[in-house]
Nanobody, 125 residues
Framework: VQLQASGGGLVQAGGSLELSCTAS????????VAWFRQAPGKEREFVAG????????YYADSVKGRFTLSRDNAKNTVYLRMNALQPEDTAVYYC???????????????????WGQGTQVTVSS
């Protein structure tokens, strides 16, 4: 499975961006999908995850209430809508997919089968 992340860019604090993660897999619905991010000099951290069919979502506390994750299995795509962006959100954002994960407790664990190439998000103050 190949994952293509897109939608990053430069935005001012308080602005919005929407990231997309599109998979080459036609049976996309069998994958849990998550977004992680990595800022310079920091470890990769979990941002949000979404379940296979029902689209149940789970967010890191740092983005809860500002970011919204959704999926369109017919389009093999997951969307991360990011509102009220802050400079501390600046990072390379990666999407990841896994066919074996179950339960939201597993989403933050970065042991995903497939990873996208990353897209840069820069928030200026």
């Amino acid at each position: 499975v190949q994952l293509q992340a897109s939608g990053g860019g430069l935005v001012q604090a308080g602005g919005s961006l929407e990231l997309s993660c599109t998979a080459s897999e036609r049976l996309f619905s069998k994958y849990v999908v998550a977004w992680f991010r990595q800022a310079p000099g920091k470890e990769r951290e979990f941002v949000a995850g979404i379940s296979r069919i029902r689209g149940n979502t789970y967010y890191a506390d740092s983005v809860k209430g500002r970011f919204t994750l959704s999926r369109d299995n017919a389009k093999n795509t997951v969307y991360l809508r990011m509102n009220a962006l802050q400079p501390e959100d600046t990072a390379v954002y990666y999407c990841a997919a896994d066919s074996q994960k179950y339960g939201s407790d597993s989403y933050p664990i970065p042991s995903y089968e497939y990873w996208g190439q990353g897209t840069q998000v820069t928030v200026s103050s």
